[in-house]
C-alpha cells in the first residue's frame, strides 16, 4: 500500500506517468515505422527514458520525493539503474537482467551500432515493451491498452538470419568480434534464464483453413503480382510452443484480472472456492485439455519428452487463445459446462 501523497508529490507523479507514457508509445511508433531505419536505437533510447519516469513516479508513492535524489547530489537525480535496483531488489530478476542488456544497448547505441544488432536485441525489446505492460498496470494500475490497441504493443521485428560471411566482407575484425560477442553472450544467456521477461518472440503464422471466423484472410491466386508460396519448414518446439502448464494458467489469469471477469464454478468465484487469489487453477486447464483433446492435437500442444520418457506437453500460443475465448465467452458457465461433457465423455 503507498502512503499518502502531498500535493506536489501527486502532481509530479501524475507528470512522470504522464511523460512515461508518451514516451513509451513514441518508442513503438518509431520501431515500427517502415521508413526510418533508427530503429533499434530509437526503441532503446525511449523505452529506458519510460521506465525510468514509470519508477521514479513509484519510487515517490513509496518513499516521498525526496528519494528520487542522490543523497550527495540534491540536484540531481538517481539513474535508470539506480531506480531498478530500489524497486526489484533480485538482480537475478529476468526483468532486471533483460533491462540491464537494454540499458547496454542504448549507451552502445551512442557511439556505433551495427543494423544486425536489430536482430540480436529484438526479442529483448520484445520483452521489455511487455513487461512495461505489464508493470505499469502492477504498480500504477494503469492499463497502457486504454491509449493503444494490444496489438499495437507486438514489435514489426524485420527478422533476418545473420550471415557471418557476409558481415565479414562489410565489418571491419574488431566491430564483427565486437556483434559475434554480444550476440554469443545474449543467446547464453536466454538459453540459461528461459524466460519470457527477458526474451519474448511473437510468431505469427498464415494457416489455410476452411473456417471463417479469423483476424486475417488470405487468398492463393494464381495471376497475382505478389505470390502467396505453400511452404514447409522446421519448427523449432520451444517457439511454437511456449507455454508450459503452469504459464499457461498464469496467462489466464493475467488476462482475467485485465479484464475484470469473474469466473464462477457452482455459481461460486473460484476464488473464494479455492481461497486463492489466481480465478483458473490447473484444475480448469485440465478440463479445457480433455475436452478439446489438446494434447493429440499439433496446433495446441507437443510432447517435449524423450522417448521412453513420461509425456512432458508443451502449449501454443492458440492453446491459450482458445481457452481465453471460451472463458470470455461464458465466465459463468464455462467450467461447469466442461466438468459435465467431460465426465460423460468419460462414463
Not at 161 to 178: G, W
Request: with cysteine; hydrophobic share 35%.
Amino acid at each position: 500500500m503507498h502512503r499518502e501523497l502531498n500535493n506536489t508529490e501527486q502532481a509530479t507523479v501524475d507528470r512522470l506517468l504522464e511523460k512515461s507514457q508518451e514516451v513509451f508509445l513514441l518508442s513503438i511508433e518509431l520501431y515500427n515505422r517502415p521508413t526510418i531505419r533508427y530503429h533499434i536505437e530509437g526503441c532503446a533510447f525511449f523505452l529506458c527514458n519510460a521506465w525510468e519516469l514509470m519508477l521514479k513516479a513509484c519510487i515517490i508513492k513509496k518513499d516521498g520525493i525526496e528519494q528520487i535524489y542522490y543523497p550527495e547530489h540534491k540536484d540531481r537525480t538517481l539513474s535508470l539503474e539506480d531506480c531498478l535496483k530500489k524497486i526489484y531488489t533480485n538482480k537475478y530478476d529476468p526483468l532486471r537482467i533483460n533491462m540491464d542488456k537494454i540499458i547496454d544497448l542504448r549507451n552502445t547505441s551512442t557511439h556505433f551500432i551495427l543494423d544486425e544488432y536489430e536482430v540480436i536485441y529484438a526479442p529483448l525489446l520484445q520483452a521489455c515493451v511487455s513487461n512495461y505492460d505489464e508493470q505499469l498496470r502492477r504498480l500504477h494500475e494503469i492499463e497502457i491498452s486504454d491509449k493503444i490497441p494490444e496489438n499495437y504493443l507486438i514489435l514489426s521485428v524485420r527478422k533476418k538470419d545473420i550471415n557471418e560471411e557476409e558481415c565479414r566482407a562489410r565489418y571491419s575484425q574488431q566491430d564483427l568480434e565486437k556483434m559475434l560477442k554480444t550476440m554469443d553472450g545474449i543467446s547464453t544467456t536466454a538459453n540459461e534464464i528461459n524466460n519470457e521477461r527477458f526474451s519474448c518472440t511473437y510468431v505469427v503464422e498464415l494457416r489455410s483453413t476452411k473456417k471463417s471466423a479469423s483476424d486475417l484472410t488470405f487468398k492463393v491466386s494464381g495471376d497475382s503480382d505478389t505470390p502467396v508460396a505453400m511452404v514447409k519448414t522446421l519448427v523449432h518446439a520451444k517457439e511454437k510452443y511456449p507455454y508450459r502448464p503452469k504459464k499457461v494458467v498464469k496467462e489466464i489469469n493475467k488476462r482475467i484480472k485485465k479484464n475484470g471477469i469473474t469466473l464462477l464454478q457452482n455459481g461460486i468465484d473460484t476464488t473464494t472456492r479455492a481461497k486463492s487469489k489466481d480465478a483458473f487453477n490447473m484444475y480448469h486447464f485440465g478440463l479445457f485439455t480433455s475436452f478439446y483433446s489438446m494434447k493429440n492435437d499439433n496446433r495446441y500442444s507437443y510432447n517435449a519428452a524423450f522417448k521412453g520418457e513420461t509425456p512432458s506437453f508443451i502449449y501454443s500460443q492458440q492453446a491459450v487463445d482458445l481457452i481465453w475465448e471460451k472463458i470470455k465467452e461464458d465466465p459463468k458457465g464455462i467450467i461447469d459446462s466442461l466438468k459435465k461433457k467431460v465426465k460423460k465423455g468419460s462414463a
